[in-house]
Each structure stands twice: as structure tokens, then as C-alpha cells.
């Protein structure tokens, strides 16, 4: 596989994320892929990540999410991806509900036999917890 091939199939697999589209999603994981999410005890089945609402989970509580790759690099079967959330955070807390979130993740893909069958996932929650920490505390969380 060369590195463009690599790095096709890695935003490919970025770009159905990021739309929510679950079709395009399918065609780009392998069915047994799985994913290492920091944070989580055990990894992601496809069907977990794929499951609920008819929308893929990852985002969480984070509402009018938009999503910017800002580098893909890749090597042999590997890609690493950079990306940045914005949007706002979405609370019972009316403190922190709709405070203005941005925050970068780092994302990197194994890709055999042209689909990805492994992710780790690393979200930079550091920055996402000072944002909420600086609105809860009557800042402007941005």
C-alpha cells in the first residue's frame, strides 16, 4: 500500500466520522475493527461506535460540532491524524450548557487489506475541562 493509498482511505474514514455518515463509515472499517479510545477501560466494537441514534457517539455532549482536519501524515500502513473540535457544550447544568468548546485530538489508523482495522483515539480533555472549569467559574469559556 503506498502512502497516498494510506492516506485516502484514512480521510475517507475522517471525512464519514465527521459527516455522520454511517454508510460511507461502514465501507472504510473493517467489521471486526476495533478502537482504542483513551479514557475507556476496553476498546470500541465497530458496532458500539456505529450503535445509537442512527449517528456515530464519539462527540458526546458536544452540540453544533464541526470538525477540521489539520494534518494527516502517514507511513506504511499507518496514518496519524490532528483535528480540532468546536461547538458547544451540552449540560443539565445551565452553568456549563451551551459554553463555546474547542479542542484539539490526535487520532491514529492501522489499514490492512485497503479498510482501517485499528484506531487510538486521544482527545486533549485537559483543554476541554479548562473551558468548562473557566465558564462554571463565570467566565466567557472561550
Known amino acids: ?7 485516502s482511505i484514512a480521510r475517507q474514514g475522517f471525512d464519514a466520522l465527521a459527516a455522520g455518515d454511517l454508510a460511507a463509515l461502514e465501507r472504510v ?20 461506535l456505529l450503535g445509537g441514534n442512527g449517528r456515530p457517539r464519539p462527540w ?15 507511513e506504511g500502513d499507518m496514518a496519524a491524524l490532528r483535528w480540532r473540535t468546536t461547538g ?10 451551551g459554553t463555546p468548546v474547542s479542542f484539539p485530538s490526535m487520532t491514529f489508523l492501522r489499514i490492512e487489506g485497503g479498510r482501517i482495522v485499528e484506531i487510538w483515539n486521544m ?11 473557566e465558564a462554571a467559574a463565570g467566565g466567557s469559556g472561550s
Open 88 to 97: 458547544r457544550y451540552s449540560h443539565d447544568d445551565a452553568a456549563l450548557d
Open 123 to 133: 482527545r486533549d480533555a485537559d483543554t476541554l475541562q479548562s473551558e468548562l472549569h
Open 1 to 7: 500500500m503506498t502512502v497516498e493509498q494510506t492516506k
Open 60 to 74: 458526546g455532549h458536544v452540540t453544533d460540532r464541526q470538525v477540521q482536519l489539520e494534518q494527516l501524515i502517514a
Open 29 to 48: 472499517l473493517a467489521p471486526n475493527a476495533v478502537i482504542h479510545q483513551c479514557g475507556f477501560l476496553q476498546p470500541i466494537s465497530v458496532h458500539a
